[in-house]
């Protein structure tokens, strides 16, 4: 079983910044980033895949957040620049990947999850 541990959640105005830290307790390929809003469907922001270094990311979010992993320290990091409302959500680290999904694909679905931090971004 793997461990993952969210921080780095808060609450920002419009346009500001926050950085997301997930410590996991090993190292897998594949890691992500998703979040789930009230009354919304959980979605994918980011995720990497270790072996190549590449990355996904959702429409929404590119070039405002950046997925990036420090490997000696089994931790995955999501910055997030020119925050919206519409990124307010509850975020989930992820890792791994379940049979019959792909990682950088449109069907990722990880093995393992976090608790969550909540971000909001207020107008």
């Known amino acids: 079983q793997v461990q993952l541990v969210e921080s780095g959640g808060g609450s920002v105005q419009a346009g500001g910044s926050l950085r997301l830290s997930c410590a996991a307790s090993?190292?897998?390929?594949?890691m992500g980033w998703f979040r789930q809003a009230p009354g919304k469907e959980r979605e994918r922001v980011a995720s990497h895949y270790g072996l190549r270094d590449t990355t996904y990311y959702a429409d929404s979010v590119k070039g405002r957040f950046t997925i990036s992993r420090d490997n000696a320290k089994n931790t995955l990091y999501l910055q997030m620049n020119s925050l919206k409302p519409g990124d307010t959500a509850m975020y989930y680290c992820?890792?791994?990947?379940?049979?019959?999904?792909?990682?950088?694909?449109?069907?990722?679905?990880?093995?393992?999850w976090g608790q969550g931090t909540q971000v909001t971004v207020s107008p």
């Open positions: 090993a190292n897998l390929v594949c």
């Open positions: 992820a890792a791994g990947v379940r049979s019959g999904s792909n990682c950088l694909g449109l069907t990722y679905e990880p093995a393992y």
